[in-house]
């Protein structure tokens, strides 16, 4: 019998098969699907052209939090993953690029030290080689467990951002389901042009805190990926079909034409 | 006018009393402690500093985009004979304030205001000071609605490039990504009892201690205090206060910083512009603790070559 997988949207069953042909969009009811980091580099790098850098970074235990490493350690090994993203080089449609993917699934997509170490790393990679950096975003906020570090990571992703738009070297955001706290407010909404999978649930606060404060139920499509189009806070809502083409039109087109 | 003699000696001794039960007071302040001190009603506030400090400060409302945020406060000040742009955050000092301030909680259009004095004091070459004082950034719709995401991110970006000298004091709260949005500087200092996390001590406790009453746990677990903050060398020193608190004299805290203001600015006024980003950069870009990577000073050197402003 065909191995089958239901939506966690609309809950009907589509075979594994289709989800993979489909890039994890439901068939059905086209939610998209979060994506592991390997799935989405296949998905937008050409063929054997991604080369990944910074893997070996590994998060120390900066405010010496009891468990904090045995979390690391047991992410590691459920994940395959050493950290929250995978940074590295890669063409797409033959353009040069530098990608960062980060992945909710490794401790939900935390910032820590590392994650912030990388993001920043792509982002001077890019400065220097000349190439357009993208980043597509999935993150919870700051890493909680790195204390004051985590929070510090917000500012050197965003000076990174700061120097890259120096050099003149676009800088491309993909923000993808759920990105929120800390990486919102940092180097996510800093984009040349930010770009949104249909349905991302994209806010600074959570959605249970803003009801906690206001004490009431948010309202249907608060803080979603169309919400966000409407106030004016990302470029185009872009589904995952169209978004490799989309990413590479994106790296011709902001190359400079005006002096040629 | 000069006090009397006897005045002035009795000064002397109280100032001495203090000193002397400043640091055993300090070392028994548990983190919890001086998250409550931080918090007290009656600590005094951005607001206060600047009146103690300033021979003179006037106002400057509004971010020309959408509102005044009474939660932010920005202006201009004559501190010892030089012009210096003050930016805080405000709680108020009573219910009625606390209320219109929204207890220190800024919306977009106050981190906005914020950028606007900071860029304002950029284009008059005039320093800048930042008081940092607040439970966080507001969790509201409306602040949802206008982008707080955005209005942070960009002061964290802007503030990184912005060219004249940058002050910072976390005189009370420093609330997460709410303070960081005035927070980035060339001088961190934090006062005796404040504290500065990256989610509120009750937060740590009931997402990661799934239990929201193990909040004094939490605080130190977090490392959230000044003498923390100090030996991570995220803050470069330390403002006392008096032993009771800065509540009980605030004019004792505010001498400190505006010394602290006056030495600083003599030293960060006289550097290049250029050299300023430079090195402010160069501290934020230090700060992580991780194994295995090379390093990235020559790699950071060589992205400052290729940049407009700082080559």
Same mark, same amino acid.
């Given at each position: 019998m065909e191995a089958t997988r239901a939506c966690p949207a609309c809950h009907q069953q589509s075979p594994v098969a289709t989800w993979e042909h489909s890039l %994890?969009?439901?068939?059905?009811?086209g939610h998209h699907d979060r994506l592991e980091a390997a799935l989405r580099i296949a998905q937008i790098?050409?063929?054997?052209s991604f080369r990944e850098f910074g893997a070996d970074l590994r998060s120390r235990n900066p405010i010496d939090l009891a468990g904090y490493d045995e979390k690391l350690m047991q992410h590691r090994k459920q994940s395959? %993953?050493?950290?929250a993203v995978v940074t590295g080089n890669c063409t797409i449609e033959g353009e040069l690029a530098v990608v960062a993917v980060m992945s909710f699934d490794f401790m939900g997509g935390s910032m820590g030290s590392v994650v912030g170490e990388k993001i920043t790393q792509a982002m001077f990679e890019g400065a220097l080689e000349k190439k357009a950096v993208i980043i597509f975003t999935a993150s919870g906020?700051?890493? %909680? +467990?790195?204390g004051i570090f985590s929070l510090m990571q917000m500012a050197k992703s965003a000076s990174a951002a700061a120097l890259l738009e120096q050099t003149v070297v676009p800088l491309f955001i993909v923000l993808t389901h759920p990105t929120t706290g800390g990486v919102t407010a940092s #180097?996510? %909404?800093?984009?040349d042009v930010i770009l949104a999978e249909p349905g991302a649930l994209i806010g600074f606060a959570g959605p249970r805190v803003i009801e906690g404060t206001i004490g009431q139920q948010l309202p249907e499509? #608060? +803080?979603?990926a169309e919400f966000q189009l409407e106030k004016g806070f990302v470029d185009a809502i872009v589904s995952r079909d169209r978004l490799r083409s989309t990413l590479a039109f994106l790296i011709r087109t902001h190359k400079g034409t005006c002096h040629d | 006018m000069t006090k009397p003699v006897e005045l002035q000696l009795k000064d002397s001794v109280d100032l001495l009393e203090r000193m002397a039960t400043l640091e055993p007071v300090a070392n028994e302040r548990s983190s919890w402690d001086c998250v409550m001190l931080s918090r007290q009603?009656?600590? =005094?506030g951005a607001a206060t500093y600047i009146s103690l400090i300033c021979d003179e400060f006037f106002e400057l409302h509004g971010d020309r985009t959408y509102g005044d945020d009474r939660a932010m406060i920005t202006g201009i000040g004559m501190i010892g004979g030089k012009a210096v742009t003050f930016i805080g955050n405000r709680k108020g000092t009573n219910l009625r304030e606390n209320i219109t301030c929204n207890y220190g909680m800024s919306n977009p259009e106050g981190y906005r205001k914020a950028l606007r004095a900071a860029r304002q004091a950029e284009k008059f070459s005039r320093p800048i000071v930042c008081f940092i004082d607040t439970p966080g950034a507001y969790p509201g719709l409306g602040a949802e609605e206008r982008g707080i995401g955005e209005a942070i991110a960009r002061n964290l970006k802007e503030f990184a490039m912005i060219k004249v000298p940058i002050l910072v004091f976390i005189i009370g709260e420093g609330g997460s990504g709410g303070a960081l949005g005035i927070g980035v500087g060339d001088k961190l200092y934090m006062l005796e009892n404040a504290v500065y996390s990256v989610i509120t001590p009750e937060g740590f406790a009931s997402i990661l201690?799934?239990? =929201? &009453?193990?909040a004094k746990e939490a605080a130190q677990a977090m490392k959230m205090t000044a003498k923390d903050l100090k030996r991570f060398n995220i803050i470069h020193d330390i403002i006392k206060e008096v032993p009771e608190g800065a509540?009980?004299?605030p004019s004792f805290t505010a001498n400190i910083i505006k010394k602290t203001i006056l030495r600083d600015l003599a030293i960060l006024c006289a550097k290049p512009p250029k050299n300023l980003v430079r090195y402010r950069i160069r501290k934020i870009r230090g700060i992580g603790d991780f194994e295995g990577?090379? &390093?990235?000073w020559n790699t950071l050197l060589e992205v400052f070559g290729r940049t407009q402003d700082l080559r």
């Open positions: %994890m969009v439901c068939p059905h009811c790098a050409d063929p054997g395959s %993953m050493n950290e906020g700051a890493r %909680m +467990q790195e #180097f996510a %909404m800093l984009g499509g #608060f +803080q979603t | 009603q009656g600590r =005094p201690l799934r239990d =929201p &009453s193990r509540h009980k004299d990577t090379e &390093s990235w």
